[in-house]
């Protein structure tokens, strides 16, 4: 299961990958533009007009054949073997099922198996009620592996929109407003204030569309240090790569929460020096990471996930900030994901009871039949050490 943020890449995928574009201002603004026309920025951003829906089939729901004017959509993109889409997906369907008049689109990217596509939606059924498309791909080359990833990596829908814009992960979505520009790009799961204020004329497109430049060219900046970062990780210089993270971080102090998850995931999973994670692991939950559940949960998870327990826990760590993600997600769809979390923390302290307690709990709160299934084996697992005396 996809329990612990792959900070390192989602900090290279934040900051790399973006595409040159030129930058023009006035003359009374020589000092700025000096400054921003060497920065690499995405193609396509905030404000910009929406790119065509480029597919090869449409696997669900009635074809798309354009934007509408007057009539807002949510292009989202996902894959089957991504894990957080699965997460995503029944959010999506609430989305749809919850705005009618708007309408949202699942593209899958990035897929050598196309062949996979559409058994998987139909799996998950009445999760995914929404116009679901497949990316529109280059013939491979040959049959090999390597040549259909090399095919999936070059799809329409994939380089128009994804590449374009920069955004290196999925699930991303771009919500598209009434007159077919790009008003909102980011996670699904954060896109519900965007869309109720974009839906209720209340979106000052211009500004919002200069403040996504400001953050761009933010994080243009960082690829200095970003580079020393990549080349020390590749040495296995982690102390080079701790320190590097520090100069991206002065460049775009907005990242401050995933770089602090990014030291920590370096310091406990590949540097095995768990003091100086757990004092950082304390730090982010008492500070940055307080009110980011998925944050907590990715410094919880990785002191108790059975399958790589460390060599040292501290669970009063990870109680805390289990706790606190169960908290900021009740009600929500991913609650199943951190009451699972919980529940392997009692277990890593041996408190069979509650062990099983939550995570029957977080069975009950999972619709995701490859999760539940999942979480079903560790609550058999919990229910025998229970049934042998624990606590």
């Known amino acids: 299961m996809f329990k612990q943020m792959a900070a390192a890449a989602a900090l290279l995928m934040a900051c790399g990958g973006v595409l040159a574009q030129d930058a023009t201002a006035s003359k009374g603004t020589e000092a700025k533009q000096e400054a921003t026309e060497n920065l690499e920025l995405p193609k396509l951003m905030v404000g910009d007009k929406a790119p065509a829906l480029t597919v090869s089939k449409w ?43 708007v309408t949202v689109i699942g593209v899958s990217v990035w897929e050598s198996d196309t062949a ?41 829908m994939a380089k128009a929109w994804m590449e374009a814009s920069g955004s290196g992960g999925i699930p991303t979505a771009f919500i598209v407003n009434g007159e077919g520009r790009v008003a909102w790009i980011g996670h699904p799961m954060e896109m519900d204030e965007p869309l109720e204020k974009i839906l209720a004329g209340k979106q000052d497109l211009k500004a919002d569309a200069a403040a996504y430049r400001a953050d761009k060219e933010a994080e243009a900046r960082t690829q200095g240090p970003m580079k020393k970062f990549q080349k020390a990780m590749q040495d296995g ?7 590097a993270l520090g100069a991206v971080e002065k460049a775009n102090p907005k990242m401050a929460s995933q770089i602090a998850m990014t030291k920590y995931n370096i310091l406990m999973t590949m540097a095995k020096d768990f003091d100086a994670a757990y004092a950082l692991g304390h730090e982010i939950v008492g500070g940055a990471g307080k009110d980011n559940a998925m944050l907590l949960n990715s410094i919880a998870w990785p002191i108790v996930d059975p399958d790589n327990i ?37 277990f890593a302290k041996k408190e069979y009871t509650k062990a099983v307690e939550y995570q029957e709990k977080a069975v009950k709160l999972t619709e995701d039949e490859m999760m539940k299934e999942e979480m079903q084996t560790r609550l058999e697992q919990f229910k025998k050490a229970a049934a042998g005396g624990g606590s």
């Open 59 to 101: 696997v669900k729901g009635a074809p798309v054949t354009g934007f509408e004017k007057g009539k807002t959509y949510i292009v989202e993109f996902w894959a089957t073997w991504c894990g957080p889409c699965r997460t995503s997906i029944p959010h999506l369907t609430e989305v749809q099922k919850k705005h009618k008049d």
């Open 116 to 156: 996979a596509v559409e058994p998987f939606v139909t799996e998950m059924g009445e999760q995914m009620e929404y116009a679901v498309a497949m990316d529109d791909l280059p013939a491979p080359k040959d049959d090999s592996r390597a040549a259909k990833r090399a095919a999936s990596s070059n799809g329409k």
């Open 237 to 243: 210089d982690y102390k080079q790569a701790i320190e």
């Open 310 to 346: 460390p060599e040292k826990q501290d669970l009063k760590l990870a109680e805390k900030a289990a706790l606190r993600a169960c908290e900021l997600a009740k009600g929500k769809p991913e609650e199943g994901m951190y009451v699972d979390t919980l529940a392997a923390v009692y």
